[in-house]
């Protein structure tokens, strides 16, 4: 569709699309479902549990680790090695602190979302540090099930944690984008999640729009690193056809992205979109230079995005069967 003479709101916010597509838009943040009655007092409990498994972790002490899990509940190492119940997941762990005097372990959690009022996911990496030896980090998923009041897991799986490849040197100053976002206006809502690939050489992305309450488009994009043309570059599309790139450069705490598209009518479009970072939980957006169809554009004047959740704390808590 032409990007001029908006007469309506959605034509209003399908101009802001066409800028927000061409650049680094994300993936659908996760949200609490809607049966969920209180979900600030369910992440508080988990919270809580986690750090009551860190702290009997590092004691050593198995059957409280154990206690944890529900009388099903799987653990699966990195190796794949897989134990089955709690009765079994705590003869394990007698035998492996037995083995391993001192363990220390630490978690930070990257996302953490709840399917039901009674299921949770959660997503991060867990570090157990050896006495006088190099620290060992894992990925791991776990899922919780809710009994009575309180949260059992259900399933913890551990993988190692990948190698990082040497693009990420070169994409790490957009680290602070990684996690939700939400630019909200009275006409539209864009939600936004930025996630790495698996061994960080890319930024993986998707994102939703909804126009007054309905969705009206999604798509996916990727950021990385050109080692050819030594520069950063994206590649975004869209669900009604367009597709897209984008050259970066940064210059102090602002990233310009001189980007072009094509609509899914054939129509090229193009803009400098420029993201300024503001602190952890903020950035502004604003993209000027706007042409569609050989025809300039006004200007997207600032706005501000915010995170969905305050960023993420290094902090100690989590999971395992390290």
Same mark, same amino acid.
């Given at each position: 569709?032409?990007?001029?003479?908006?007469?309506?709101?959605?034509?209003?916010?399908?101009?802001?699309?066409?800028?927000?597509?061409?650049?680094?838009?994300?993936?659908?943040?996760?949200?609490?479902?809607?049966?969920?009655?209180?979900?600030?007092?369910?992440?508080?409990?988990?919270?809580?549990?986690?750090?009551?498994?860190?702290?009997?972790?590092?004691?050593?002490?198995?059957?409280?680790?154990?206690? @944890?899990? *529900?009388?099903?509940?799987?653990?699966?190492?990195?190796?794949?090695?897989?134990?089955?119940?709690?009765?079994?997941?705590?003869?394990?762990?007698?035998?492996?602190?037995?083995?391993?005097?001192?363990?220390?372990?630490?978690?930070?959690?990257? *996302?953490?979302?709840?399917?039901?009022?009674?299921?949770?996911?959660?997503?991060?990496?867990?570090?157990?540090?050896?006495?006088?030896?190099?620290?060992?980090?894992?990925?791991?998923?776990?899922?919780?099930?809710?009994?009575?009041?309180?949260?059992?897991?259900?399933?913890?799986?551990?993988?190692?944690?990948?190698?990082?490849?040497?693009?990420?040197? @070169?994409?790490?100053?957009?680290?602070?984008?990684?996690?939700?976002?939400? %630019?909200?206006?009275?006409?539209?809502?864009?939600?936004?999640?930025?996630?790495?690939?698996? %061994?960080?050489?890319?930024?993986?992305?998707?994102?939703?729009?909804?126009?007054?309450?309905?969705?009206?488009?999604?798509?996916?994009?990727?950021?990385?690193? %050109?080692?050819?043309?030594?520069?950063?570059?994206?590649?975004?599309?869209?669900?009604?056809?367009?597709?897209?790139?984008?050259?970066?450069?940064?210059?102090?705490?602002?990233?310009?992205?001189?980007?072009?598209?094509?609509?899914?009518?054939?129509?090229?479009?193009?803009?400098?979109?420029?993201?300024?970072?503001?602190? %952890?939980?903020?950035?502004?957006?604003?993209?000027?230079?706007?042409?569609?169809?050989?025809?300039?554009?006004?200007?997207?004047?600032?706005?501000?995005?915010?995170?969905?959740?305050?960023?993420?704390?290094?902090?100690?808590?989590?999971?395992?069967?390290?």
């Amino acid at each position: 569709m032409a990007l001029r003479n908006y007469e309506h709101p959605e034509e209003r916010a399908m101009a802001k699309i066409l800028v927000i597509v061409t650049i680094l838009v994300a993936i659908l943040a996760p949200a609490a479902s809607e049966g969920q009655q209180n979900p600030t007092a369910d992440e508080d409990a988990i919270k809580q549990a986690v750090q009551s498994y860190v702290e009997a972790y590092n004691r050593g002490d198995a059957a409280a680790v154990a206690a @944890h899990w *529900s009388d099903d509940g799987e653990y699966v190492s990195p190796s794949g090695e897989s134990f089955k119940g709690r009765k079994k997941i705590e003869a394990a762990l007698k035998a492996f602190f037995k083995e391993n005097q001192g363990l220390q372990l630490q978690v930070t959690t990257a *996302s953490l979302t709840f399917p039901s009022r009674t299921r949770a996911a959660e997503t991060g990496t867990a570090v157990v540090t050896r006495p006088g030896q190099t620290p060992e980090e894992t990925r791991y998923a776990a899922t919780y099930v809710k009994k009575g009041a309180q949260w059992k897991l259900t399933s913890v799986k551990e993988e190692e944690a990948p190698v990082i490849a040497p693009s990420y040197e @070169h994409l790490k100053d957009l680290e602070w984008l990684i996690g939700e976002w939400t %630019d909200t206006d009275e006409h539209s809502t864009v939600e936004t999640t930025y996630q790495w690939a698996r %061994d960080k050489s890319f930024i993986t992305s998707s994102f939703t729009v909804n126009v007054q309450g309905r969705l009206n488009i999604e798509g996916a994009q990727v950021i990385g690193w %050109d080692p050819v043309k030594k520069t950063i570059r994206s590649w975004v599309f869209d669900s009604h056809g367009g597709f897209g790139e984008g050259v970066w450069t940064k210059q102090g705490n602002q990233w310009q992205a001189k980007s072009s598209i094509v609509l899914a009518s054939g129509e090229k479009a193009s803009a400098i979109n420029i993201f300024t970072h503001v602190d %952890d939980n903020t950035f502004t957006f604003q993209s000027i230079g706007r042409e569609a169809g050989g025809e300039l554009l006004p200007n997207i004047e600032e706005v501000t995005v915010v995170r969905k959740q305050p960023a993420p704390q290094p902090a100690t808590s989590k999971r395992g069967g390290r």
